[in-house]
């Protein structure tokens, strides 16, 4: 957990040097279906994957039990330290890094996969895949990976406004690469997680905006979710909720060798 309340206004500039554990435990994981359309394989096994701003480790975890060797990359010391958990129960199989997307410090040509598993919007897209092309191997490949509250559904929208959940990641916006990359294939595999009402409301103490906002705004967004969820739409403390969720794969490679690029 890390050293700091999500809500100590001492905490580092960075949003996440203020997230706990409430992070591991209320974000959803990854579906296996995406898990292999992003390493690019049904049997990891021998595959070497680069994770960019790994955060609490959740696609490092399941990439490691698909059988990669995967190196977590991450600069906020409160997630490595989250990390450091997994990492003990896979001692041979995961390193973790503490440094950047844009800088990651890793060796020319090793990797198979380089994934930004909702870390995309937090990196410099240039520098990150030309950082990415360099630590690929020939026919190796980027993944982005979102996972994405169902903002179709009417109610799942208003909760993401409530929570501010920040972009909305849709199948019809890939990503925005250079022309030194494919065209980026999408995989999108739909799931739903359940949460009680506290649970969601942990859930959206994960966010960046809750975590960079005033004392007052973070109070008054738990007791809006507070009558949303049990005034509004009518559940009780111990309902489970089912929140719609789907995630969105990107797959590109780069048109030439990293070196060139």
Do not use: C
Not at 48 to 75: L, M, Q
Not at 87 to 100: E, H, M, R, S
Not at 115 to 123: I, L, M
Request: proline fraction near 7%.
């Amino acid at each position: 957990m890390s050293a700091y309340d999500p809500w100590d206004e001492n905490a580092p500039a960075n949003a996440f040097e203020r997230a706990g554990s409430e992070y591991q435990d209320y974000r959803p994981s990854y579906p296996p279906e995406s898990v292999r359309a992003a390493l690019g394989a049904e049997d990891a096994r021998g595959l070497r994957v680069v994770d960019v701003g790994a955060g609490t480790g959740k696609f490092s975890y399941r990439a490691v039990e698909a059988g990669a060797r995967v190196w977590a990359v991450e600069p906020a010391q409160a997630m490595r330290r989250q990390l450091a958990v997994i990492q003990k129960k896979y001692p041979d199989d995961l390193q973790v890094v503490a440094t950047t997307a844009e800088a990651t410090d890793l060796p020319s040509g090793f990797a198979d996969a380089v994934v930004f598993a909702q870390s995309w919007h937090w990196v410099e897209p240039g520098a990150a895949l030309s950082e990415a092309a360099r630590i690929l191997r020939p026919g190796g490949h980027v993944a982005i990976v979102f996972n994405q509250m169902d903002v179709a559904i009417p109610w799942v929208h208003r909760l993401t406004r409530i929570m501010r959940s920040g972009d909305v990641h849709t199948p019809s916006r890939p990503p925005l690469l250079s022309s030194d990359w494919t065209v980026p294939s999408l995989h999108k595999t739909d799931f739903v997680t359940g949460l009680d009402i506290e649970g969601v409301k942990a859930l959206a103490r994960t966010r960046s905006s809750y975590l960079k906002s005033t004392a007052a705004n973070r109070q008054k967004m738990q007791a809006n979710l507070q009558w949303y969820l049990a005034e509004h739409l009518g559940y009780t403390e111990t309902d489970i909720i089912d929140i719609p969720y789907y995630t969105l794969v990107w797959k590109t490679l780069p048109k030439r060798g990293a070196s060139d690029i």
